[in-house]
């Protein structure tokens, strides 16, 4: 099954809904490309959706789809997919009449419907439950059928409003490997909208952070993740270690001193003045004795909190100021830190990002 894909320009959008809106947003989406929109609940991720979609009238600004304005059309002309949090199946239609209510809506032929409808339940694997209704599904396989649902008709633009955040942590992952191989086999231009940065990392070839209706940074994952532009966008992708400080002339060539609370670290910076950092805990090092390496920032501090993530260990360590490192069970173990132990840590200049 083949599909369309359509690139996705917003021009300086202006929407106004009381308690949420959007102030003079403007992207770009590829042809084909898997986009997410990432950003705190209230951001107006979903409102943005629905804009684009044409649920929300403009104030300003104009919306393309392959260039062309479609800011006035109305929604059912734009061939647009929509996937909403909550599914939004009908209750008393089979999963086989839900897959095919858009096709039945376009008036499509009976053969046809239940070929396309057969070839999508294959292509989700959800093909022994089309004789079911959705109450009898479980959530993945609702979402499942969502996704079929939209896809069917063959959209240009698929838009994904937090489609996975109902989901337990294993499902999840299994759907967003299906989203991949989905989005890999048709090639369908999706704008995919969530709160979590990991499923944004997971999911999207580029990420746009959206905060309070305005656009914060756009990058591939790599940027957002490494390279966060403010300190919200750091904090929010759980960067945890952001300070304020100043860039003075280093030494090297190409490498600066950052100076924080009397604190000097060895960073990579264009040019000095007054800047932020923002350090990953997993970028740091940490250890029982100064580390005999390359990386050129080695400072001693004091454990002051542990916190067990399950998957890994937060240690807050005092230098001051507070730096927050990610170790494993075994790491910890290991060094049996505990709380008030005198520890080192070390991480590259290149690990830290001024901006």
Request: aromatic share 6%; net charge negative; hydrophobic share 40%.
């Amino acid at each position: 099954m083949t599909a369309l894909a359509t690139s996705v320009s917003i021009q300086n959008l202006w929407v106004d809904l009381d308690e949420f809106h959007l102030h003079n947003l403007s992207l770009q989406v590829q042809c084909g490309e898997y986009f997410c929109i990432l950003g705190p609940t209230g951001a107006g991720k979903t409102i943005l959706l629905e804009t684009i979609a044409g649920l929300h009238r403009a104030q300003r600004g104009r919306i393309l789809l392959d260039g062309v304005d479609v800011t006035g059309m109305p929604p059912e002309r734009r061939g647009i997919g929509f996937v909403y949090q909550d599914y939004a199946l009908f209750p008393h239609l089979s999963v086989a009449d839900n897959i095919a209510f858009g096709l039945s809506m376009q008036q499509r032929p009976q053969a046809e419907k239940q070929r396309r409808v057969e070839d999508m339940a294959a292509l989700l694997g959800i093909e022994g439950l089309l004789h079911r209704k959705p109450d009898t599904l479980s959530g993945g396989e609702q979402q499942r059928v969502a996704l079929a649902r939209a896809l069917v008709v063959q959209p240009r633009l698929l838009l994904l409003d937090e489609p996975l955040s109902a989901l337990d942590p294993g499902t999840r992952e299994q759907l967003q490997r299906q989203m991949i191989r989905l989005h890999r086999e048709l090639g369908t231009t999706q704008i995919h909208v969530t709160h979590d940065f990991e499923e944004a990392v997971a999911l999207g070839q580029r990420i746009a952070v959206i905060d309070d209706g305005r656009l914060l940074q756009v990058g591939t994952p790599e940027d957002i993740f490494r390279r966060p532009e403010s300190a919200f966008v750091a904090q929010f992708v759980g960067v945890r270690n952001v300070f304020a400080g100043r860039v003075e002339p280093g030494t090297d060539h190409g490498q600066e001193i950052f100076v924080l609370d009397g604190l000097r670290l060895a960073v990579l910076a264009d040019q000095p003045g007054e800047a932020h950092i923002s350090l990953r805990p997993e970028d740091i090092v940490l250890s029982q004795a100064p580390l005999h390496s390359s990386a050129r920032n080695c400072i001693q501090g004091r454990v002051r909190d542990i916190v067990d993530r399950g998957t890994l260990i937060y240690v807050t360590v005092d230098v001051p100021p507070a730096f927050v490192c990610a170790i494993t069970h075994a790491s910890l173990e290991e060094m049996a830190i505990q709380e008030g132990t005198t520890v080192y840590l070390s991480f590259k200049a290149s690990a830290v990002h001024v901006f």
